[in-house]
């Protein structure tokens, strides 16, 4: 569950300034606010609507593997942001990938007083637009950097048949009805 919190937690991010931004210049940008906060089960990201096509949140609260990303969502209270009509794309860690980090680091960053560092580590998972794994491939053949939410730029390569951003592997790739969710299997760290 903390995975999952933690992906709908980047996409929340991420949804809150992206524009579907398919541009030919070298680098995609755009802004985002890290500041839509939910503190109760109030607002967009606690509506049920069982036909419709889930969003990156409510798939990463159905998904087993992301139940930490999940909980890391919600201990930055950022569930409302994520359900942003977007199109956004989000680098999902599985659980797995949060446990590669030092022992300490999750528990400490899930503690209230870490909750802005939190938001940070994870809009810098989330990337304003839609970016299907076809268009990720064609950043890497333009030689193509991806902007992320948390302003930073990621390198996008390529080795064999599989995708990288920021060094990780994306494992998998699921549609949403705010973008993308590509499954990552490690943490992307802001380098500040």
């Keep these: ?46 509506i049920e609507d069982e036909n419709a096509e889930p969003n990156a949140l409510q798939l990463a609260i159905k998904s087993s593997d992301h139940t930490t990303l999940v909980a890391a969502v919600q201990a930055a209270e950022v569930e409302n942001a994520l359900v942003n009509v977007g199109p956004l794309s989000v680098f999902a860690p599985t659980n797995a990938a949060f446990d590669k980090l030092p022992e300490g680091t999750l528990d400490d960053l899930l ?10 580590i994870l ?40 995708i990288y951003v920021g060094g990780t592997k994306i494992v998998g790739s699921i549609k949403v009805s705010n973008g993308w969710v590509h499954v990552i299997e490690n943490i992307i760290l802001p380098k500040q």
Excluded at 19 to 37: A, F, L, M, P, R
Excluded at 111 to 120: C, I, S
Excluded at 130 to 141: A, D, Q
Excluded at 148 to 155: D, F, I, K, R
Aim: charged residues 25%; negative net charge.
């Design 123 to 162: 809009i810098n998972h989330v990337a304003p637009g839609n970016y299907p794994i076809e268009t990720l491939r064609k950043n890497v053949e333009k030689g193509r950097t991806l902007y992320m939410a948390s302003g930073e730029y990621l390198q996008v390569t390529q080795e064999g048949e599989d």
């Design 111 to 120: 503690k209230p007083e870490n909750k802005e560092k939190l938001a940070q």
């Design 1 to 46: 569950m903390k995975s999952t919190l933690i992906t709908m937690l980047m996409f929340a991010l991420v949804f809150t300034g992206c524009k579907d931004n398919q541009q030919s210049s070298e680098t995609t940008e755009s802004s985002t606010s890290i500041t839509e906060t939910s503190s109760s089960n109030k607002g967009q990201a606690f």
